[in-house]
């Protein structure tokens, strides 16, 4: 009784609003109630009662298309029955609402008849002026302006009903119009909405983490995505774009363990990024273990490994798998750790051959680094060639802008260079400059403007860098001894330096000297970095200096192996095996350089020439 109560209550309030009023008021209350108790075959017996004497009341007739529509689903009949119900009252709200509804349904029957929608909107407009706080009309308006491509109106009339109250389907609806509309921040707010009434709502958790992924903002993504995770750890495709959204965010702890809950042998590019994350996290073994896994015609895993073999200093490595990077995917990427490489390997020549190729191409110049400015003016240094050096200069200025750090001063210092002024430590501000600036001066065999320039440095800044290039300089000019007593000084002041270690040990092999000492300073910083090609040559240098030559032919063999391409290490090895009577196996070693086109091919095509005479006359005299 006291839902009746309530029931009269609430119908008495609608048609307060309403023009006309059912005759039969009482019955009407009853079957809405009726129908309201789900109790439709009761309520069609009481519609039926009352037409009998009111055949014309609208209201009745609504309820009874309404009833038979639900009990025997005749759509048709009920239209029929709402059409007379509508000739009687045009604006009664919810004969227009039923109208629009039933078309609706009929349409999505047949999505060819577009007519439909749009008398639905005309009912439902209708309906809204009979009774504007029917809140089902304003809803289902907004689901046929969707459907007719109005986007912007239909969400105009989900804002009108969510004032009302919040309804999750409206903010659906009002997100795909958002999404076909081009507004992705309305269209996020409108899920987010979403989320509100259901937070583990995997539809929408799936698209705001697609969503976040396609603004680039990952951290993001992957906090929508760790969710639908969660829920379903066995779905593919879920865990998948949770770890794209992981990787590209640099989350790359949480993106390991994911990758282990994940099955991801089938997927080149996972495999490819969990291998960039462990190399990140110089993890270097398992990377390479999961690169053998990719399909060899990768591109990507190519570049990959290169860039792991350069974190492990092995270079030619690096060039190896440069090598197997087609033309069509030479991208920045590429560019950038072949510049590297080659300029370590001092492949300047083949570098600067590359360069000149792709100079015009403003993409590829843009994107460059200015780590990779600086490769391209070592290469230039390294061949001697710095005439067009200041015009190189200045297109990585023009076209790396504010990115170009230091080019501005580096330029004005090169000019200062060819114009014979001094060159003074305290007017370079940036430190790279000053290493850059003594390569040029070196290339030029400006040793005194060099020196001059390192010792203020050194002055200046007592940086054990600094130092080292000083040194440099003097063993350039073989002034070993003067190398010597700097360089000794240093060691003292950092013991711990390996690289300031090896450069001493080597600088009293040269000259032959205290070769006991060099060798204990030498097997430290080989115990550091056992595969270091730099490392290993010293060794064997020593050894060979002290006539233990055997030893000497397998650490600097070993030496070989890692950087084949490195002038003194083939020099030293070919000394080695020349004074093992061993001049035949001398020949490959020049080949193998000569066939990459190292810069001093001239005198090493003359010195193959001359084992070869000598491999020749040796055959001649074992014949004779």
């Given at each position: 009784m006291k839902k009746l109560v309530f029931f009269t209550l609430?119908?008495?309030?609608?048609?307060?609003?309403?023009?006309?009023?059912?005759?039969?008021?009482?019955?009407?209350?009853?079957?809405?109630?009726?129908?309201?108790?789900?109790?439709?075959?009761?309520?069609?017996?009481?519609?039926?009662?009352?037409?009998?004497?009111?055949?014309?009341?609208?209201?009745?007739?609504?309820?009874?298309?309404?009833?038979?529509?639900?009990?025997?689903?005749?759509?048709?009949?009920?239209?029929?029955?709402?059409?007379?119900?509508?000739?009687?009252?045009?604006?009664?709200?919810?004969?227009?609402?039923?109208?629009?509804?039933?078309?609706?349904?009929?349409?999505?029957?047949?999505?060819?008849?577009?007519?439909?929608?749009?008398?639905?909107?005309?009912?439902?407009?209708?309906?809204?002026?009979?009774?504007?706080?029917?809140?089902?009309?304003?809803?289902?308006?907004?689901?046929?302006?969707?459907?007719?491509?109005?986007?912007?109106?239909?969400?105009?009339?989900?804002?009108?009903?969510?004032?009302?109250?919040?309804?999750?389907?409206?903010?659906?609806?009002?997100?795909?119009?958002?999404?076909?509309?081009?507004?992705?921040?309305?269209?996020?707010?409108?899920?987010?909405?979403?989320?509100?009434?259901?937070?583990?709502d995997p539809r929408v958790l799936k698209i705001l983490g697609q969503l976040y992924f396609k603004k680039r903002e990952f951290e993001k993504a992957a906090k929508y995505l760790e969710q639908l995770f969660q829920q379903a750890p066995e779905d593919k495709q879920t865990a998948m774009e949770y770890l794209y959204s992981l990787f590209f965010s640099g989350d790359t702890k949480t993106f390991l363990e994911v990758s282990k809950q994940v099955d991801i042998s089938d997927s080149p590019m996972m495999l490819y990024f969990t291998?960039?994350?462990?190399?990140?996290?110089?993890?270097?073994?398992?990377?390479?273990?999961?690169?053998?896994?990719?399909?060899?015609?990768?591109?990507?895993?190519?570049?990959?490994?290169?860039?792991?073999?350069?974190?492990?200093?092995?270079?030619?490595?690096?060039?190896?798998?440069?090598?197997?990077?087609?033309?069509?995917?030479?991208?920045?990427?590429?560019?950038?750790?072949?510049f590297d490489t080659a300029a370590r390997l001092g492949l300047n020549r083949k570098a600067l051959e590359v360069f000149e190729e792709i100079r015009d191409n403003k993409n590829l110049i843009q994107a460059f680094t200015i780590?990779?400015?600086?490769?391209?003016?070592?290469?230039?240094?390294?061949?001697?060639?710095?005439?067009?050096?200041?015009?190189?200069?200045?297109?990585?200025?023009?076209?790396?802008?504010?990115?170009?750090?230091g080019l501005g001063e580096f330029s004005r210092i090169l000019k200062d260079i060819e114009e014979g002024k001094k060159i003074k430590a305290a007017h370079i501000e940036h430190g790279a400059n000053f290493f850059l600036i003594s390569q040029v001066l070196k290339s030029k065999k400006q040793y005194n403007r060099a020196l001059a320039l390192a010792k203020e440095r050194v002055d200046q800044s007592g940086e054990e860098a600094d130092v080292m290039e000083l040194v440099d300089i003097y063993f350039q000019q073989e002034k070993y001894v003067t190398a010597e007593n700097i360089i000794k000084k240093q060691l003292k002041m950092n013991p711990k330096s390996v690289e300031t270690a090896n450069f001493y040990a080597y600088i009293l092999a040269v000259q032959g000297k205290n070769l006991d000492q060099a060798l204990k300073i030498s097997a430290i910083a080989v115990k550091s970095e056992p595969d270091s090609p730099a490392y290993l040559d010293t060794y064997g240098y020593i050894l060979f200096k002290m006539g233990r030559v055997k030893e000497a032919e397998e650490y600097l063999r070993k030496a070989y192996d890692r950087e084949p391409l490195e002038k003194d290490i083939i020099e030293h090895l070919a000394e080695c095996y020349s004074h093992s009577g061993k001049d035949k196996e001398i020949i490959p070693l020049y080949k193998k350089a000569l066939a990459e086109d190292v810069d001093f091919k001239d005198k090493l095509e003359k010195k193959l020439k001359e084992v070869q005479k000598k491999v020749n006359e040796t055959k001649v005299e074992n014949i004779n």
């Open positions: 609430i119908c008495s309030i609608t048609f307060g609003l309403l023009a006309l009023k059912p005759s039969h008021y009482e019955d009407y209350i009853i079957i809405k109630y009726l129908i309201n108790l789900g109790e439709l075959d009761n309520a069609r017996t009481v519609i039926d009662k009352y037409l009998k004497t009111s055949p014309d009341d609208p209201f009745i007739l609504t309820e009874k298309a309404f009833v038979l529509k639900n009990l025997k689903n005749d759509r048709t009949e009920a239209l029929k029955i709402l059409s007379r119900a509508a000739e009687i009252y045009p604006e009664y709200y919810y004969a227009n609402y039923l109208r629009a509804s039933f078309l609706l349904s009929e349409y999505f029957g047949d999505q060819t008849q577009k007519e439909l929608l749009h008398k639905g909107v005309e009912y439902l407009k209708t309906a809204i002026k009979d009774n504007p706080d029917h809140y089902d009309s304003y809803y289902l308006l907004g689901v046929l302006l969707n459907e007719t491509g109005k986007h912007k109106e239909s969400n105009s009339y989900f804002e009108k009903l969510n004032r009302m109250e919040e309804n999750p389907g409206a903010y659906f609806y009002m997100a795909y119009n958002h999404h076909q509309l081009g507004n992705e921040d309305a269209e996020i707010k409108a899920y987010k909405k979403l989320l509100e009434f259901d937070p583990g291998a960039a994350v462990l190399s990140r996290a110089q993890k270097f073994d398992q990377a390479e273990k999961l690169l053998a896994k990719i399909d060899k015609k990768d591109f990507r895993a190519h570049l990959l490994k290169a860039d792991i073999a350069i974190r492990k200093s092995n270079y030619f490595q690096a060039y190896q798998a440069l090598k197997k990077v087609g033309d069509a995917h030479k991208n920045n990427v590429y560019y950038s750790l072949f780590n990779d400015c600086f490769n391209i003016i070592i290469c230039h240094t390294g061949l001697g060639k710095t005439e067009n050096l200041i015009e190189t200069v200045q297109l990585f200025r023009e076209q790396l802008k504010e990115r170009a750090l």
